[in-house]
């Protein structure tokens, strides 16, 4: 049960945008802009898979499985390849670009400060444009703000993680500016 009365049974975020539409507007409107936006060089599921990265780096369950579930649609992958990729993305079948975008990610969950100009070097020698590093230090700072927002009001998540894998094509299809 969240913190606060929702006056809905609906999970994570959902509730809490259920709760307060005004507010729901604009987070849905940058989640659709830095997610799904069809001008920009990261795929869906690279930018999905950063939100899932930086989801689990700050333990919010319903979060990282949310987008872990998205990233996996996009990406044609199961939620156990995206686990391994949380769990150590070095290792992982990804490209070295993505690789030094997740590493940023990284720092900025720790602290803005925290990302170093060898990790923006490393980035831009792996082909990251220095737009492809504004949106992962942008995605990353956001997912902190949603992470916060979710779990700071003790919202409810689902545990049986079928629940975001069944609902990942519906979620792709609609997008973040349709709630359902």
Do not use: W
Request: charged share 25%.
């Amino acid at each position: 049960m969240a913190h606060i009365n929702l006056n809905n049974d609906l999970p994570g975020i959902r509730g809490l945008m259920e709760y307060r539409p005004e507010t729901a507007n604009p987070l849905n409107a940058l989640a659709e802009m830095l997610l799904r936006n069809v001008d920009n060089t990261l795929s869906r599921g690279e930018r999905e898979l950063i939100g899932t990265y930086v989801s689990y780096l700050n333990d919010c369950f319903f979060c990282q499985n949310v987008h872990g579930a998205l990233a996996g649609h996009y990406l044609n992958c199961d939620i156990n390849q995206i686990d391994k990729i949380k769990n150590d993305f070095n290792t992982a079948d990804l490209s070295s670009k993505m690789k030094s975008l997740l590493a940023i990610a990284a720092s900025v969950q720790k602290g803005g400060k925290m990302v170093s100009e060898e990790q923006i070097l490393v980035a831009k020698l792996e082909d990251a444009t220095d737009k492809e590093i504004h949106d992962t230090v942008l995605i990353a700072a956001a997912f902190c703000m949603f992470n916060r927002y979710v779990d700071g009001l003790g919202t409810t998540a689902p545990l049986d993680r079928q629940f975001y894998i069944n609902r990942a094509p519906q979620r792709a299809e609609d997008g973040y500016l349709i709630l359902r």
